[in-house]
């Protein structure tokens, strides 16, 4: 018998046997983005993984309000009065229609984030003026942003540079990983400074657009997230004037705060869970499989009661260090492969078709293995595996 789908969920996000956290479904965020992912995101998700996404997605996104949700009011958008729990909600609904769609968000969050809550310094004097400049544009998604700045996580010497040059910094290095970057108007990027600033970070927004010194490479052929318009850029004494710059921050600091949110479970792996988890009970329904429904009702307690704890924690409600929180990263992580693979085999050689959500969620799962990854992450993950392999 067919799988009960061909191109995108149908199960997904209206049949949700693992639901939405406590006091997060009603909200009008949510209620916008499950209309987003059936009408728009889950339809075309095929597409953007194939082609590469739409600008006009991101468009739809910010005339829904949710480009804004990292933005004051007072610029247009929604941080105020949207609780964190629904900012998850929204992301484990996007990531669950179309991966490549949350990847694409959720960089632009990032750097709006940063701008709104950014503080003038001696080396970052003029951020209200970009404030003013730039942050209604990034509310509203008239204007996209992407983000580099995996590479400070990484051991070694720098891979871009920021040498102090009168009233601005000359940019240099290589960024290997860039998503966004042929719908995006700016990226906000992350740099070593030289001496004698050589403990500091530098944070600026660059345009996208063709400049001197700045050199984009091929689109990256990637297994996963290939539709993110993801390129290596090259930077040779690119330019970033003050009155681009968002921080220039300690070194540690900024670290520190960025191993903060890298141990905590991340939405995008319980909405791909969500999304394999419904697809799988209706296929179990649709072939009146008992195995495949009783398994879909075991993930689904699973990732409730996962979610449930992880985000305990982020919220301060529970008690706990970074061990808890890598431990439930690692956990949802797992969960998320599982339910996927889980899907794979109940739809067998129909999942193969390229053009079913299953093997693109298998895909994404693979990828979320490693997105935002550190040490630390990377050593939960693989002792989470050892032991279920009765060797630690």
């Known amino acids: 018998m067919a799988a009960p789908t061909t191109k995108g969920s149908q199960a997904f996000p209206d049949s949700d046997p693992v639901g939405a956290s406590l006091g997060t479904a009603d909200h009008r965020h949510a209620v916008v983005a499950r209309d987003l992912v059936r009408d728009l995101l889950a339809p075309g998700a095929f597409v953007a ?50 991966g490549t769609t949350w990847f694409c968000w959720v960089q632009h969050q990032n750097p709006t984030r940063n701008l709104a809550t950014a503080a003038p310094s001696d080396l970052a004097p003029h951020v209200d003026e970009l ?62 400074a030289e001496e004698p600033y050589d403990d500091r970070f530098v944070l600026g927004f660059l345009d996208t657009a063709p400049q001197p010194g700045l050199e984009p490479g ?8 290939g539709g993110t318009h993801t390129r290596p ?39 791909i869970t969500r999304a394999a988890v419904a697809e799988l009970a209706a296929t179990g329904t649709a072939r009146s499989d008992s195995v495949m429904r009783d398994l879909a009702d075991a993930l689904a307690e699973e990732c409730r009661d996962v979610r449930s704890r992880a985000y305990d924690l982020v919220d301060g409600i529970a008690p706990g260090g970074n061990e808890a929180r890598l431990a439930l990263r690692a956990h949802s992580l797992d969960l998320a492969v599982r339910s996927t693979q889980a899907l794979v085999t109940a739809q067998a050689g129909a999942a193969m078709a390229a053009s079913r959500p299953t093997g693109r969620w298998a895909r994404e799962a693979l990828f979320y293995l490693v997105q935002a990854q550190t040490a630390a992450t990377r050593e939960a993950q693989l002792l989470r595996l050892a032991r279920a392999s009765g060797i630690a």
């Open 218 to 225: 091929p689109v990256l052929e990637l297994l996963s997230m």
């Open 49 to 98: 993984d194939r082609d590469g996404l739409p600008r006009a997605t991101l468009d739809a996104l910010g005339n829904a309000g949710l480009m804004g949700m990292s933005a004051p009011a007072s610029y247009g958008g929604t941080a105020d009065g949207t609780p964190a729990s629904v900012a998850r909600e929204v992301g484990e609904l996007i990531a669950g229609g179309c």
């Open 131 to 192: 404030r003013d400049a730039l942050l209604p544009g990034l509310a509203s998604g008239d204007l996209v942003s992407a983000i580099a700045f995996a590479h400070v996580r990484r051991p070694g010497p720098p891979q871009l540079t920021a040498r102090r040059d009168g009233p601005g910094w000359r940019l240099s290095g290589s960024l290997d990983w860039v998503t966004t970057w042929d719908i995006a108007d700016v990226v906000m990027v992350v740099a070593a």
């Open 233 to 271: 850029v090259r930077l040779d004494e690119v330019w970033l004037s003050d009155h681009r710059v968002v921080a220039v921050d300690e070194r540690a600091d900024y670290l520190g705060r960025d191993l903060a949110k890298t141990v905590n479970a991340s939405p995008p792996a319980f909405g």
